[in-house]
T-cell receptor
């Protein structure tokens, strides 16, 4: 399967613990996006990264949340000292960027459902 | 004003009818537009992308773009109960950023 791979699919943490969500983009994709979605709500943009660079983190809370996309390995969304309000589905998407002067669409992974006890 | 607006619905149509989903956007320089379908509890799935004014057809789906009026729509012909889902409109403003703005989605119900 050459799609966007996210793991784990489900993650349960207790308040105060750390959550690490991983995302491997589609082969050849260098643009990675993280979104959060609460039940019955829309996708909320969190952060956009390219290899080794955070391009836009305007949607990410200033505290406890961080993201990285290292040269080697998956992109990681890290949530420190989790609270109940962090419970949500977190989706990763990847994109090729431009090809033949046309912006290519994003493709989504299956998401990580984070539950905070 | 929200950057990308969609009617949340639910939009109910009988099986076999045409479902029409609309999306308006605020940024006049937007150049790239995408429709995604999301089933409950699942991830968004790309249906269509459109970049030029006019219609673009793919099977039972037709995307329509009118940049002057700043709206993009999705028509689903011969609607099936399996089309029941939330449809998300996404807009990308080409200003040197690769950020996509999603609408909150329209929930479609196709009644058998």
């Amino acid at each position: 399967n050459a799609g966007v791979m996210q793991n784990p699919r489900h993650l349960v943490r207790r308040r105060g613990q750390e959550a690490r969500l991983r995302c491997s983009p589609m082969k050849g994709h260098s643009h990675v996006y993280w979104y959060r979605q609460l039940p019955e709500e829309g996708l909320k943009f969190m952060v956009y990264l390219q290899k080794e660079n955070i391009i836009d983190e305007s949607g990410m809370p200033k505290e406890r949340f961080s993201a990285e996309f290292p040269k080697e390995g998956p992109s990681i969304l890290r949530i420190q000292q989790v609270v109940r309000g962090d419970s949500a589905a977190y989706f990763c998407a990847s994109s090729l960027g431009f090809r033949d002067r046309v912006l290519q669409p994003q493709h989504f992974g299956d998401g990580t459902r984070l539950s905070i006890l | 004003q929200k950057e990308v607006e969609q009617n949340s619905g639910p939009l109910s149509v009988p099986e076999g009818a045409i479902a029409s989903l609309n999306c308006t956007y605020s940024d006049r320089v937007s150049q790239s537009f995408f429709w995604y379908r999301q089933y409950s509890g699942k991830s968004p799935e790309l249906i269509m992308s459109i970049y030029s004014n006019g219609d673009k057809e793919d099977g039972r789906f037709t995307a329509q773009l009118n940049k002057a009026s700043q709206y993009v729509s999705l028509l689903i012909r011969d609607s099936q109960p399996s089309d029941s889902a939330t449809y998300l409109c996404a807009v990308k403003a080409d200003r040197g950023t690769y950020k996509y703005i999603f609408g909150t989605g329209t929930r479609l119900k196709v009644l058998a």
